[in-house]
């Protein structure tokens, strides 16, 4: 085609837009394709929201899967999936969190523009603030503008990258020789790093699986460690390392090597963070249930961490964690999701990651046999893996990308 041609055709299509379509809708209602395909910009649908669906599932298993920040073994695997239909017959679908309090809410939403997202974020923080973490709705809603605009999560959140290196996130507690040997393990899947877990009584236990490990993969894995004192469950009662403690770990971690220390202190001891920060070199993590925006502010502006590890599905959406990586990257800090709810919500996390921030690694919860990505993927028709050279890669599907496994949904259906 020459200039003058391609020039008449871009001016004949100024103000279009091609039709929408949607995997398993066709194309939209509202927006009929003309002999030329295309429809005015003028009628592009506008979605509505139409009903905010919640259904919750729990998936047994055996052998339980024994956390290393829990004393109970886990026998099952809740999840809540939440589905936001609109008018046009499009639904985005979210998951991660239990959704408690949600109920009597929905009513807020619906009738509302759907990709008014910034509007249904500020109701969610309220409810968030009276009632509880409903954040799956804000994961579900991006998936819909994505399938709305059909694009994919990570090209709306900011178009970075597709892609994220992963890091292997165990969360059992083995002695140091198996440890060794399921860092070996992770070696031969592809990754290049690897996050252990603390929490064996005395944390010179912990530093002697460590080392364990150290001494048998070398430099061959980046290793980083979540020492599991920034939170308890809610039947326990002991109490988290003081400050003297931490300083003695950290000092251990630097002369392992060790990429960051993760949870070394209470989630609200700011000063401690900041003192322990000051006092060893390697890098400090922490913040992924501190529950508000504000909270991650201070943190920052305190100089308590390096490392910024909020969960989309458990603190902000990814409404509000946009917030939380642009302050971390204007202070020159590391932002990079925890991810320890469920696939769909490690899936929302790496959009995030992928898409917007220039972190280095993004967790991937992954310790076979009692965690493999059957237990924590269920919800979905295909779980969500690694590369051979260990990253995650998302695809130009619109929205996160996602199915849902309806089969094992329905035969995993609880009141």
Not at 129 to 150: E, N, Q, V
Not at 151 to 174: D, E
Request: glycine share 10%.
């Amino acid at each position: 085609m020459n200039d003058a041609a391609s020039n008449q055709t871009s001016s004949m299509t100024a103000g279009l837009v091609l039709p929408i379509h949607v995997a398993g809708h066709g194309v939209l209602p509202g927006a009929a394709a003309t002999s030329e395909g295309l429809v005015p910009l003028a009628k592009a649908p506008k979605a509505i929201i139409t009903a905010i669906e919640i259904t919750r599932h729990r998936l047994h298993f055996d052998p339980p899967f024994h956390a290393s920040w829990d004393t109970k073994p886990r026998t099952f695997w809740d999840a809540a999936i939440v589905q936001v239909h609109t008018d046009l017959g499009v639904t985005g679908v979210g998951s991660g969190d239990m959704m408690l309090g949600f109920a009597g809410h929905e009513h807020l939403f619906v009738g509302q523009d759907a990709l008014a997202i910034e509007r249904h974020w500020r109701i969610l923080n309220n409810i968030s603030f009276h009632w509880g973490r409903c954040w799956p709705l804000d994961l579900a809603l991006w998936d819909l503008a994505g399938k709305i605009t059909r694009q994919p999560c990570w090209k709306l959140i900011g178009g970075l990258s597709n892609t994220i290196r992963a890091y292997a996130s165990s969360g059992t507690l083995r002695g140091p020789e198996a440890l060794a040997d399921a860092a070996e393990r992770y070696i031969a899947h592809g990754f290049g790093a690897l996050k252990i877990r603390f929490h064996r009584g005395d944390w010179r236990a912990d530093i002697k699986a460590l080392e364990t490990v150290r001494t048998r993969v070398g430099d061959r894995l980046e290793l980083m460690v979540d020492c599991n004192q920034g939170w308890r469950m809610s039947w326990d009662a002991y109490a988290p390392w003081s400050l003297k403690d931490a300083i003695q770990v950290a000092r251990e971690l630097e002369r392992l090597g060790v990429y960051w220390m993760e949870e070394p202190l209470h989630r609200g001891d700011r000063a401690g963070m900041r003192k322990l920060r000051e006092s060893v070199d390697l890098r400090i993590a922490g913040g992924e249930m501190t529950r508000e925006l504000y909270e991650f502010r201070d943190l920052i502006v305190e100089g308590c961490l390096d490392v910024l590890q909020p969960d989309a599905a458990l603190v902000g959406g990814l409404t509000g964690l946009r917030r939380v990586a642009l302050m971390a990257q204007e202070h020159n800090l590391v932002f990079t999701p925890h991810t320890w709810t469920n696939g769909m919500g490690v899936v929302a996390n790496a959009h995030l990651a992928a898409g917007l921030c220039d972190a280095h690694f993004l967790e991937f919860p992954y310790d076979p046999p009692e965690w493999d990505v059957d237990r924590r993927d269920y919800m979905m028709t295909e779980p969500l893996r690694v590369s051979n050279d260990g990253h995650i890669v998302l695809s130009d599907s619109p929205g996160m990308g996602y199915d849902l496994a309806t089969d094992r949904l329905a035969s995993t259906r609880i009141a």
